[in-house]
């Protein structure tokens, strides 16, 4: 073998060891995103889908929300919370806050869909509120309803860029 095509070689080798590394650092930030935001963020749920239509119009379904967490004494009629639903804890609720109430130290909660012509019939805690949120992002989350699986499918998405980006065949400098 002569010396270019083993230089060719080893630097094509290089170039793969490269490309893997920043392959394995992205892949690692893609399946932790939601854990670091969640951790800047000071909530468990710092992005949510809108997956019905009790809040139109000002959420839509498959709208992306991006929530902070917040103390629930800082919390004031007219913001929008998230919470477990008190009748079935694997379902969020993204809802607005129409009374507080305080008892015996403890803050009470009363939410209504904006879209709902009554309120919800039951009292959030304080200390269940998730997040409140602090924007949205119109139809970036029709593809997590599709698929139902937030959690992975966006890291899967935001992956798959970068395999093309990073792969994308280079023209010839000759």
Known sequence: MNTEHQSYLRMNKNTIIKN???LIIVLIIALSFKEILGFILHTSVPIAVVESGSMIPTLEKGDLIVSVGVDPSNLKVGDIILF????NPNI??????????????????KTKGDNNPIADPWIVNGNQ???????????????SIISNQISWFLPLILL????????WPEKNKY
């Not at 969020?92 to 909660?109: C, F, Q, S, T, W």
């Not at 798959?160 to 792969?167: K, M, R």
């Open 20 to 22: 893997l590394i920043i």
């Open 160 to 167: 798959a860029i970068i395999l093309v980006i990073i792969f």
């Open 129 to 143: 509120v998730l997040g409140k949120v602090i924007f949205r992002i119109p139809y970036l989350g029709w593809p």
């Open 92 to 109: 969020i609720i993204v809802h607005r806050i129409i009374e507080i109430y305080k008892n015996d130290g403890a803050i009470l909660i």
């Open 84 to 87: 477990k639903s008190p009748l």
